[in-house]
């Protein structure tokens, strides 16, 4: 069968296959530009399933928000020089868009898809890792950050008990300053009432060993296991950490402040942090 050379052009740009295997396809489906389209794709799918084991360890973080509604997605892929092609990152944007406009709290097929599509076309791995939605209610205020290299990402949501101070320039200001803390120091926690009372009893646990052989009365040595339980919880909480822009309070009584000069008050609603390959 005579196949026209501009039908394999006219293949290779909408899978960006080879020459070779796009007039193979066309010659095998009779000249049926659709059926050999599907006929790459089924192959170029078989390439890519065979690559699933490689690790994608690089990518994207993305992130969209209004100040009351929120979608962070984390896209990776295998290599560098792929997180930085521009059909990868039209790839990211158009994911990160359709998320945000269709309220996906989750990896959705059609999302899948169009990620499917691309890694077909390049032959690299490609995922959607994972998806998270955030909505504000009336009293709230979304804010976000994503660091330059695009493998970071954090949202945070304030919550204010008088809704007009969330309009507030500083206030707005303080809610990137948090989404800034969770992404350089990220907490394992919001607060100490979040975490684990295994968690906490593990830790003490290490923590009177770790005494144990010290010449001091026994309160004492309770003491300091206390003092250093107490320690371990600001390291790991948002609340208690030493805050970004002044290491001199930490982020709760900056919190504080910042909800007073406003004229209400603010609390820490939720905060989502997304370091590309951590779970």
Do not use: W
């Not at 790459?40 to 928000?65: C, M, P």
């Not at 009351?68 to 984390?74: D, G, R």
């Amino acid at each position: 069968m005579d196949i026209k050379a501009s039908d394999v052009k006219a293949l290779r740009d909408i899978t960006g296959a080879g020459m070779m295997e796009c007039k193979n396809a066309l010659v095998e489906c009779n000249g049926d530009s659709a059926a050999a389209e599907k006929l790459l794709k089924e192959k170029g799918l078989a390439a890519v399933e065979k690559r699933a084991g490689r690790a994608t360890s690089e990518g994207l973080v993305l992130v969209k928000t209004d100040g009351k509604k929120a979608v962070m997605a984390e896209l990776t892929c295998e290599t560098d020089f792929v997180a930085k092609n521009a059909d990868f990152i039209a790839l990211g944007e158009k994911v990160i868009e359709t998320a945000f406009a269709k309220g996906y709290t989750e990896v959705t097929t059609d999302l899948s898809t169009m990620v499917l599509d691309l890694a077909t076309k390049v032959r690299e791995n490609m995922t959607l890792t994972r998806v998270v939605s955030v909505s504000a209610s009336a009293n709230e205020y979304i804010e976000k950050y994503i660091h330059s290299d695009k493998k970071t990402g954090a949202l945070v949501v304030l919550k204010a008990d008088k809704p007009e101070i969330l309009s507030n320039q500083a206030v707005r200001e303080f809610a990137y300053d948090c989404c800034l803390h969770l992404a350089a120091f990220a907490p394992l926690y919001p607060d100490t009432g979040s975490v684990d009372k295994a968690y906490i009893a593990e830790q003490t646990e290490i923590f009177t060993k770790q005494v144990a052989e010290l010449d001091k009365p026994e309160n004492v040595k309770a003491g300091i296991v206390q003092g250093k339980i107490k320690k371990h919880l600001a390291d790991i909480c948002f609340l208690e950490q030493p805050f970004v822009k002044d290491d001199k309070v930490s982020v709760a009584k900056k919190m504080d402040e910042v909800g007073k000069a406003a004229g209400g008050k603010l609390e820490l609603s939720k905060m989502v942090l997304f370091q590309l390959g951590a779970k």
